[in-house]
C-alpha cells in the first residue's frame, strides 16, 4: 500500500504546579498538563497518529504509563522513537495536520515554534508541519479550562514514493 492516513487523538488535564509543553517547546501558564511523561498532548497525538496509519497499534502500547522509564520524559524523546518505528517499516511522512483546543493560553505566537520543533524532531521539512490552535468558545472541559486536548492527521507514504 502505497499511501496510508492515521488519526490520532489525546487530552491531559490541566493543574496549578504543571509544566505545559506543547508541540514540543515549554509555554509560560499558571496551569500545566497531568500526565505520566511531561503531558504534551499534541506530541502523543503525533505519535498515535503516526502508529495508526502504519498499523503499529498505540502510543500505550510502546511507551505504557505504567512503565518508570517512561515517567516523566519528554515528549520529544516518544516522537522520535514513534517515527523511528514508522520509518523502519518503510514509510514517510507525506504531511502531518493538528488542532489543539484550549480555551486559555491563547496559542498563536507559539506555534510556529511547536511546528519547527515537530519537524525537527522527525527531520523533516517545516512545510509538511501544519499546526493550528482554536478555543471551544468555553464549552466543554477544554472551555471551562480543566484540560487541553490535540487532534492529529497524518499522511504516511512507502519510502521513495512520489504524490503524482
Known sequence: MRYRIGLGYDVHR??????????????????????HSDGDVLLHAICD?????????????????????F?????????AKTYRLVTEKGYELVNLDATIS?????????????????????????ELVNIKATTTEKLGFEGREEGISAQVV????KLGDQII
Do not use: C
Request: charged share 25%.
Open 49 to 69: 497518529a503516526l502508529l495508526g496509519a502504519a498499523k503499529l497499534r498505540d502510543i500505550g502500547f510502546h511507551f505504557p504509563d505504567t512503565s518508570t522509564e
Open 154 to 157: 497524518v499522511l504516511i507514504s
Open 102 to 126: 484550549a480555551q486559555r493560553p491563547r496559542l498563536k505566537d507559539y506555534i510556529p515554534g511547536m511546528e519547527l520543533a515537530v519537524s525537527g524532531v522527525l527531520r523533516v521539512d517545516p
Open 71 to 79: 515517567k516523566n520524559i519528554d515528549s520529544k524523546v516518544l516522537l
Open 14 to 35: 490541566l493543574a496549578e504546579g504543571e509544566t505545559l509543553w506543547l508541540g514540543g517547546i515549554l509555554i509560560p501558564h499558571e496551569k500545566g498538563l497531568v500526565a
